[in-house]
């Protein structure tokens, strides 16, 4: 099991500093390297670069009412979940189908229903 980590690019675990503006805010953000791939798929599905994207986000959460003290963890979690929801076929892996076209709602409320059925 170890072998398939262990194995794998060291380059992907290296952390970068990305610097962006935010409502005229400029502020750095600090995630491995894989992450900011998974990022940066993410926006060019939607046709934007990362920091737009970024900004995005974090205006949406803001909006929704989200406390991100841990803005860095947030977008973590973003890239998990991507991943999660296209190995579960909620989102399809065709990099040409924008994340913003998809029912979010809908998927959000499959995935509440499918967690309550496997709890009991």
């Not at 290296?14 to 900011?36: C, K, P």
């Not at 920091?51 to 860095?72: K, P, V």
């Not at 994340?99 to 998927?107: H, N, P, T």
Request: proline share 2%; aromatic share 8%; with cysteine.
């Amino acid at each position: 099991m170890c072998k398939l980590f262990i194995d794998a690019d060291p380059a992907l675990w290296q952390s970068a500093t990305h610097s962006l503006r935010i409502d005229g805010m400029v502020t750095s953000v600090r995630l491995e390297n894989y992450f900011w791939q998974i990022l940066e798929e993410i926006a060019r599905r939607d046709g934007m670069n990362t920091a737009q994207m970024i900004t995005r986000l974090y205006h949406e959460s803001i909006a929704a009412g989200h406390d991100l003290g841990n803005f860095t963890s947030f977008l973590r979690v973003c890239a998990l979940r991507y991943q999660a929801l296209q190995l579960s076929g909620d989102i399809p892996t065709s990099l040409e189908v924008a994340i913003g076209s998809l029912d979010g709602e809908s998927l959000v409320g499959q995935q509440g229903a499918t967690r309550a059925n496997q709890v009991h």
